[in-house]
């Protein structure tokens, strides 16, 4: 198993833009899935109200656009 962390912004239905980030732990033969591992994550810290967003205070309801991903191996 590896560790992996990532990064993920982009922008909900009106405008509003998010930022999640986060760990994962995947296998070589899992790393594969890593882009729907992280955004299963990231989709759970929007729901959960846990993201970053660029107007605090604003809702940030779906739809939601992904305008980067960045996942790396975890340095240890």
Do not use: H
């Amino acid at each position: 198993m590896k560790t992996y962390s990532y990064q993920m912004t982009g922008t909900a239905a009106a405008g509003q833009t998010w930022r999640t980030a986060g760990t994962i732990e995947l296998s070589n033969a899992e790393f594969s899935n890593a882009s729907a591992v992280a955004l299963l994550d990231s989709f759970q810290q929007l729901t959960k109200g846990k993201a970053v967003y660029g107007k605090p205070g604003v809702g940030c309801e779906g739809p939601y656009s992904v305008t980067r991903l960045l996942i790396e191996e975890a340095t240890q």
